[in-house]
């Protein structure tokens, strides 16, 4: 087949996929909430491109933008401990050790968007990769994948990823030989098990090179690489491990649904292996959940990150986070009386975190709403 | 299957355990009070072999969990277990309050927002919905504090109860026996009506924070659920019957609508404890949620863990019990 | 279209304002079902017929409004627009008056609530006073029973006496005849509330403590004895005192007490002896797991009212569930809908449509979803209550294979409009309407080639004005396309809209 017809073919595929995309823009347009979330995000996303605009990082830092500055004569004046509030100079004061504000939140935005994002992808891509395998072959793979995501599932989000962070090694000596071992292990295992036609093969015998591979280096001269590990990375980490199994279940159970549909049965009457099975019929039928989901999820997310941060599980004092500057000022605020003296302290990063989950929600709101009709249309 | 996952759950937590240097896991078998430290880190060392390979280990650490030893937490100079008994009922006392009207307001709010649909309630519950849910829990009570707190002085700062009471319980002349340990029920059962006055007041803040924002989400899924059952066609029959509008919708929709929300507010209700960690930490509420604040402070592991697995327990609880009224609500799971 | 129908739907029009634009479903619909008929409502997806029958019970989901036309209901010379009805009136007819059953059973069947809680519902709401008295009622029956049945005991008992001499016989006779009278008594006068509340006091005690109940009466009526008889002797010796004009005064006021005390032990005496013929038992009482047992008769421990109508309610339910045919109708009732096979949920659901005696019952499509097998034992069931309960049956179906089986009569639906409508016969022998003449003639026969409608059925969102199956048609003439032709009359009673038969 010529690249052309190829082509060709493509679009004609697309086209009744693009018509119902386009519908659902129409829909969301005619929405106000949604259109009022886009604009929240689409703010959002300009503060976080014109974040060197706004607010350019200060020569003392070495162009590093990712340290807040200090004001130094006010550490000098006041000390340490007193959280100034707005003025022309620091626009929405400075916290606990002096930090300014302004800075620490049009900075934050990228961390937020660095968080959100990070995530909930690699979480999703995960989760949907091991919950369509679970459903797809079912039986005992399914049975063990869906204890492991019930076990993850069985503690509270905010708890597990606290204690995973916690535990987290500074370095992990990544032991690159270990490493390929296991994940070429586990393919042909799966392959083995799975696939006994001449693609199954193929895998086996890949992914079983890679293991010999791996076998000889790990016995005579693994391959080790030392990584360091920062603190908002464990908090990535931990999130992303608590995250993904609620990808995993959703996926699995609309899979599961999708599955005996008839034009699966088609699908695979007519030869198709199972990757594009899955990836042409099941997947693009059972995958709009998941993105309203993913939608909400960044928000929800960029709460609970901000949660860990305020608990004192998260990036460095100085490191500019929304969660961070309302923690730097913790002990101030829970005094008491200063509470009302130093509103700012967490009323402006608050309002910014709130107003950065609100646009996800209304976004993840609109997308359901306009998601739903179709399905129910189907 | 339960039994596999509270046997995985042990297992992760146990993992979780092994990551950390062995002085440290020491003090999880540490037994009784100790008043040497490091002394009792090296007898635990040598008693409970903590140097003897993995499965070894795990065997050790788990039957002497079983036993009740949770270990020895740094930040109270207790045992974790004696900790945990004496902080619970703050927590407890917060989650009293918020567990029903969380459950309440939602499933009514819910209801009503799907019956008047887009009438003022409905815009009303949609916007505090997606406000509330949407806001960091923190903020929420810190806004409050300063609000109702710092500004109109209606409500205190924090704390579970005013400092004179505390006082007053622990003075022996008073005879304030602590029956259940929960101050808010020991005050009416001491004939100290004021005390539970007092920690009601006290209670209020923490509770509309936690409220707030859970009740969001189960207004949510309550009214979608509503409406997604009014359109079902057994309403159609039951209004063809001439049933009245309010028996078609109390009666046909809601019991049906409530069973997605059901697996929900379990979970919710569950969930309360980890929100209150933050909660109880902004009203310095002296709760559980607190303590493992303090306890991530000094890396008080032997807490941190116990605690990890005690929320575990609950939410697996917690979904037991909500499966056991899923076959109450919904008989055809009954069979299963 | 007379006075013999039951409802009659006059220019129906009914719009359904949806995101893709205004679909008019309904374009002037004329329908007339008569007094005790099977109306077959016949026509392809799409054309209306669901619409039409929610129209007429005014449940017509939104978007959809109902713009114009007139639904007449008649009863017994009485006539009302539907259309035109309060909310709760027209609540007051939905299940009483019409009913309706549809597709696909199980789906339109709460999942939570079992079959009894269903359909009793649909009774409770209309047929409430009904059962509370039939319930009372079946009391009374049994009360008269018992007491019936001790007096037939207390004669079998004289019957068994051999009387020796004339004047043993003749006391024999008159006390028979006294049984015999106040058995016939018995059959006329129903127990009075006090009888039965007294009689369930009776009860709850005999349940628990017979022997002790049957002290305390032996106490009280011999303490009311005691009194009475004290209350005479005083009276008879006031009445021999005499004495001087005060003395008679102060003895008259004597007198007067005593007489209201008498009145009052009298009438107390009276009360108590009212239980006289259920103490037969006393102290022998046999009990029976909660019941109780007083001369033939058993009676249920605890007499309660509210659950006596509990009971009347689920002997209503079985009997209804029984005359549609369902075997062990009273497991049935208590199985939930997912437990119940399609034909069998078809039975509940038609069940519960019948069980307040409707005068009109619309049929959805209810054989659509069931086998070829059930779907016949559905009819047969239909055709039976038909002819059992009297009701007209408004039958929609696009299966004319049912229609020429069953139906009485048929109206032909195509785009929104009622395109005609005639005797069952004369509708196949005779089509009019291009539209039924082309649906005849498609039905395939053996060694006859396809014959199909050229053409798709036409979207409702922007109709074709004029007569809207004019693309379709062969006889299509230059006014059919601009002119939308009137349902008339055009043979005795076949009424056809269509240009060729001066539809203009």
């Known amino acids: 087949m010529s690249l052309t017809s190829r082509w060709e073919d493509f679009k004609t595929g697309m086209r009744p996929r693009l018509s119902e995309w386009r519908f659902m823009l129409k829909r969301m347009r005619q929405s106000n909430l949604a259109m009022a979330g886009l604009i929240i995000i689409l703010c959002f996303i300009g503060i976080a491109c014109l974040a060197p605009v706004l607010a350019p990082p200060p020569a003392s830092n070495r162009g590093d933008p990712w340290i807040i500055p200090q004001d130094q004569t006010y ?88 204690a995973i962070v916690l535990a987290f090694p500074e370095a992990i000596p990544l032991n690159l030989s270990e490493l390929f071992l296991g994940i070429s292990a586990f393919f042909v295992l799966i392959f083995l098990g799975l696939k006994r036609d001449r693609t199954g093969a193929i895998w086996v015998a890949g992914f079983s090179v890679i293991l010999v591979f791996s076998v000889l280096t790990y016995l005579y001269h693994p391959l080790i690489l030392a990584l360091n590990i920062g603190k908002l990375d464990k908090v990535l980490i931990a999130l992303t491990l608590v995250s993904w199994p609620s990808y995993a279940r959703l996926i699995r159970g609309e899979v599961l649904r999708v599955k005996n549909e008839d034009f699966v049965e088609a699908s695979k009457a007519s030869g198709s292996s199972d990757f594009r099975t899955i990836t042409r019929h099941i997947l693009p039928n059972s995958i709009y959940p998941v993105f309203i ?21 998260g990036s460095p004092p100085y490191f500019p986070d929304w969660g961070q500057i309302v923690s730097n000022s913790e002990s101030v605020i829970t005094n008491g009386v200063a509470i009302v003296h130093n509103f700012y302290t967490f009323f402006i990063p608050g309002m910014f975190i709130a107003m950065f989950v609100v646009g996800w929600n209304l976004l993840g709101d609109a997308l359901r709403d306009v998601l739903d009709p179709m399905l129910r249309r189907r | 299957m339960l039994v596999f996952v509270l046997v995985g759950v042990t297992i992760l937590v146990f993992i979780v355990t092994m990551l950390f240097p062995i002085d440290t896991r020491a003090l999880l078998y540490v037994h009784g009070n100790i008043h040497d430290v490091p002394k009792a880190i090296a007898d635990a060392i040598v008693k409970y072999n903590l140097k003897a390979p993995f499965y070894v280990q795990y065997w050790g650490w788990l039957s002497q969990l079983l036993h009740g030893n949770l270990g020895w937490s740094i930040t109270s100079n207790q045992m974790v277990i004696t900790s945990i008994a004496t902080k619970w009922p703050y927590t407890f006392e917060i989650v009293l309050f918020a567990a029903p009207l969380i459950i309440f307001i939602g499933i009514y709010l819910g209801v ?78 001491n004939g100290r009506p004021a005390l539970t006055l007092d920690v009601i007041w006290h209670c209020v803040l923490p509770v509309i924070t936690v409220v707030t924002i859970d009740v969001a989400l189960l207004i949510r899924v309550m009214r979608s659920s509503m409406l997604e059952t009014m359109s079902k066609p057994y309403i159609t029959t039951a209004r063809a019957k001439g049933l009245s509008n309010k028996v078609v919708i109390y009666k046909h929709a809601r019991r049906n609508a409530l069973i997605p929300v059901a697996t929900l507010s379990g979970m919710l209700v569950a969930g309360l404890l980890t929100g209150l960690i933050i909660t109880e930490t902004v009203f310095g509420f002296g709760g559980l949620g607190q303590q493992v604040v303090r306890a991530i402070e000094n890396l008080d592991i032997p807490f941190i863990m116990a605690y990890t697995v005690l929320t575990a327990l609950l939410f697996v609880i917690a979904n037991l019990i909500v499966d056991i009224m899923y076959a109450y609500i919904d008989p055809r799971i009954r069979l299963d | 279209m007379s006075q013999g129908d039951i409802v009659e739907v006059k220019d129906l029009e009914v719009k359904f304002y949806t995101y893709s634009g205004v679909v008019e479903a309904l374009d002037g619909v004329n329908l007339f079902v008569r007094e005790g008929e099977i109306l077959g409502l016949v026509g392809e997806t799409g054309s209306g017929k669901s619409v039409t029958s929610l129209a007429i019970m005014r449940l017509v989901p939104p978007p959809g409004i109902i713009e114009g036309g007139r639904i007449i209901l008649r009863d017994s010379g009485k006539q009302q627009d539907t259309l035109t009805m309060s909310e709760s009136s027209i609540r007051q007819i939905r299940g009483k008056d019409i009913a309706m059953i549809f597709q696909e059973p199980r789906a339109y069947l709460n999942p939570v609530y079992s079959v009894e ?29 018992g007491r019936k049945a001790v007096l037939e005991k207390q ?68 303490k009311l004895e005691k009194l009475r008889a004290d209350v005479q002797k005083q009276k008879t010796a006031l009445e021999q005192k005499k004495g001087t004009e005060g003395q008679m005064a102060k003895i008259n006021k004597q007198k007067r007490a005593l007489m209201t005390w008498s009145a009052h032990y009298d009438r107390q005496y009276a009360e108590l002896m009212k239980l006289e013929p259920y103490q037969f038992n006393l102290g022998r ?78 049929a959805d499509e209810p054989t659509t979803n069931l086998d070829v097998t059930v779907q016949a034992q559905i009819l047969n069931l239909v055709k039976t209550l038909k002819k059992n309960l009297g009701s007209a049956i408004l039958y929609i179906t696009h299966d004319l294979g049912v229609v020429a089986q069953s139906c009485d009569r048929v109206s032909v639906m195509y785009a929104g409009n009622v395109v005609e409508t005639a005797d069952v016969f004369e509708t196949f022998s005779n089509p009019l309407h291009p539209y039924t003449r082309a649906l005849l003639e498609s039905i395939p026969r053996p060694g006859e080639p396809f014959k199909s409608i050229p053409g798709i059925v036409p979207s409702l969102i922007n109709p074709l004005k004029g007569c809207r199956f004019h693309d379709r048609c062969s006889y299509a003439q230059e ?21 060729l038969y001066g539809g203009s």
């Open chain 1, 75 to 162: 550490l000098k004046m006041i000390g340490p401990n007193v959280p100034t509030p707005p003025t022309v100079q620091h626009v929405f004061g400075t916290t606990y050790y002096q930090y300014d504000i302004y800075y620490g939140c049009i900075w934050g935005t990228i961390t937020a968007f660095r968080v959100g994002l990070t995530v909930v992808g690699i979480s999703l891509i995960a989760g949907v990769i091991i919950g369509t395998i679970a459903a797809f072959y079912g039986g005992v793979i399914d049975e063990i994948l869906m204890r492991f995501t019930d076990i993850i599932l069985a503690f509270p989000g905010l708890v597990l990823s606290m």
């Open chain 1, 293 to 313: 989901v993913a939608t909400l999820d960044i928000g929800s997310v960029i709460l609970t990150a901000a949660a860990l941060a305020f608990i004192g599980i």
């Open chain 2, 112 to 189: 009503q927002s799907a019956i008047h649909r887009n009438g003022p309630i409905d815009q009303v519950s949609r916007l505090l919905s997606i406000v509330g849910w949407s806001l960091p829990s923190f903020f929420v009570g810190l806004l409050l504090l300063a609000v109702f707190a710092g500004v109109l002085h209606w409500f205190p700062y924090g704390g579970s109860m005013t400092m004179s009471w505390t006082t007053f319980m622990g003075n022996p002349k008073n005879h304030f026996v602590h029956y259940t340990g929960v101050d808010l029920i020991d005050g009416l059962l």
């Open chain 3, 117 to 145: 809680n269903q359909i009793s519902e649909v009774m409770l709401v209309h047929r409430k006073e009904e059962l509370y008295e039939n319930s009372v009622a079946s009391v009374q029956m049994r009360i008269i029973d």
């Open chain 3, 155 to 222: 004669k079998a008992q004289l019957d068994k006496e051999k009387p020796e001499g004339e004047k043993e016989k003749a006391e024999l006779a008159k006390r028979r005849e006294a049984i015999e009278k106040k058995l016939g008594q018995q059959t006329t006068k129903p127990p009075s509330n006090n009888e039965i509340a007294s009689y369930r006091r009776l009860l709850r005690a005999e349940r628990y403590w017979p022997a002790e109940r049957a002290r305390q009466y032996q106490k009280k009526k011999a």
């Open chain 3, 285 to 362: 009482g046999a009990r029976i797991k909660g019941a109780i047992r007083v001369g033939a008769i058993r009676f249920p421990a605890r007499f309660n009212r509210k659950r006596q109508f509990k009971a009347e309610v689920q002997k209503e339910v079985v009997k209804v569930l029984k005359s549609v045919e369902i075997p062990d109708p009273e497991r049935v009732s208590r199985m939930y809908p997912h437990e119940l096979s399609g034909g069998m949920a078809q039975r509940v659901v038609i069940a519960m449509a019948l069980a307040c005696n409707p005068r009109l019952l619309i």
């Open chain 3, 479 to 499: 006014q059919c396309l601009t002119m939308k032709p009137k349902f008339l009359e055009v043979k005795p009673d076949h009424y056809v809209a269509c240009h």
